[in-house]
């Protein structure tokens, strides 16, 4: 069971920004693609949706750059994660290649106890905010290169 | 987010068995991949380790199958999906072509509260058996095309 690369990355670029939240500086694309050693164009979408959901603030020009849009303690995980997973279909009872879908889907009851299996595991994330998902920003910054 | 198709697969050929369970009559591979719609190669794999793990019983031969190991009240579908799903990690905090993994790692909580999530998500799967999952064995019988 995975979620999406999508969906971990914009964890990851939250994580980044949560631990620079203090310095008050803009973060780069570049710089946090760096950090993690993941591709900068894998990045660009996640921040231009980060911007576009009120998560993050950006400002352009030379020397632009992002932050968080409000205090890492106010930004909930399972609301990041319900905004970044774009399919919550645990299973496929709708194949495109199977015409009419799963056979047995009108008399299965499965799917409605995996959407609440769902919400149970959302519920969870729903009960932590960003600041808690970095145990200490400092030694989140060391990690990040942010500080030496 | 998503199981694996094997995880689907897994519980399709159980909810066939559970709508034949009380014909006593053996069920074929051939018949469930034609029920389903879907590849009889994908089937094989998992129909020998729902043997090997005790969810079903194989007969071999000309008139061989498989049948439920036990009645469907007393499978579990939690159980049923942790033993199919072979990854519950829903994040790649170690991504192979990354040599160290994230970077934020070893301050990050995140992956804890994940793992609680996941618990949460299966407890929920824990609490309904394969009888429950199939609304009316009758009308199951009839979408799998078993009475007509």
Do not use: W
């Not at 400002?59 to 750059?65: D, H, L, T, Y």
């Not at 319900?82 to 709708?94: G, I, L, P, S, T």
């Amino acid at each position: 069971m995975r979620l999406t690369l999508y969906t971990d990355y914009t964890l990851r670029v939250l994580m980044y920004l949560a631990a620079k939240h203090r310095s008050g500086e803009l973060a780069t694309i570049d710089e946090i693609a760096q950090a993690y050693g993941i591709s900068r164009s894998h990045l660009t979408k996640i921040v231009h949706e980060l911007a576009r959901q009120g998560f993050i603030e950006t400002q352009r020009g030379r020397s632009g750059g992002m932050r968080l849009a409000r205090p890492p303690e106010q930004i909930s995980i399972g609301a990041v994660v319900r905004m970044a997973e774009e399919d919550f279909a645990v299973v496929a009872c709708h194949d495109p290649k199977v015409p009419h879908g799963c056979a047995v889907f009108p008399a299965c009851r499965l799917k409605q106890r995996l959407a609440r299996a769902v919400e149970a595991f959302l519920a969870e994330l729903d009960g932590m905010t960003l600041d808690e998902a970095v145990t200490t920003p400092r030694q989140a910054a060391v990690l990040l290169n942010l500080v030496t």
